[in-house]
């Protein structure tokens, strides 16, 4: 795949995932060895029911979730998005009680793309901030 291809791909993913909220969708762009590297899931196990189960805590959680892609670089294999998301808590989050306050927050995401498919993330995001707006400390 060409370097546009794997933006176009990351973008399509984000879109199905994190503002259609569609998480078979998305998880038809990752491979069944899909892997995240996220300091906030140090026991993510991997593949593509991991990825549907630790996302869907968040949109399960989370009323009016919203997420942008404010920026995006590719190069060869990698796609780097910088992203925003906003949402109002309704439910339990891992460590956090519900108190229904909202929440903007950001964050970085690298991908890495091999045979059309996302193999690979690599993900930093201001999970302090969630915490801190969400009432959490």
Same mark, same amino acid.
């Given at each position: 795949m060409s370097v546009m291809d794997n933006n176009q791909l990351v973008r399509t993913f984000f879109e199905r =995932? *994190?503002?259609?909220?569609? +998480?078979? !969708? =998305? =998880?038809? +762009?990752?491979? @069944? @060895?899909?892997? +995240?590297h996220d300091p906030t899931r140090p026991d993510f196990r991997g593949g593509v029911d991991a990825f549907k189960e630790a996302q869907g805590v968040y949109l399960r959680a989370i009323r009016g979730h919203s997420a942008t892609i404010d920026d995006q670089i590719a190069e060869d294999d990698k796609v780097v998005t910088r992203w925003t998301a906003s949402g109002c808590q309704t439910k339990d989050l891992p460590g956090?009680? @519900? /108190? %229904? !306050?909202? *929440? /903007?927050? %950001? %964050?970085?995401t690298i991908t890495r793309v091999f045979v059309s498919k996302i193999v690979e993330e690599w993900q930093d995001w201001d999970d302090r901030g969630l915490a801190r707006q969400l009432g959490a400390n």
């Open positions: =995932a *994190f503002v259609q909220h569609d +998480l078979d !969708a =998305a =998880a038809e +762009l990752i491979s @069944d @060895d899909y892997c +995240l956090i009680p @519900d /108190k %229904g !306050a909202c *929440f /903007k927050i %950001g %964050g970085i």
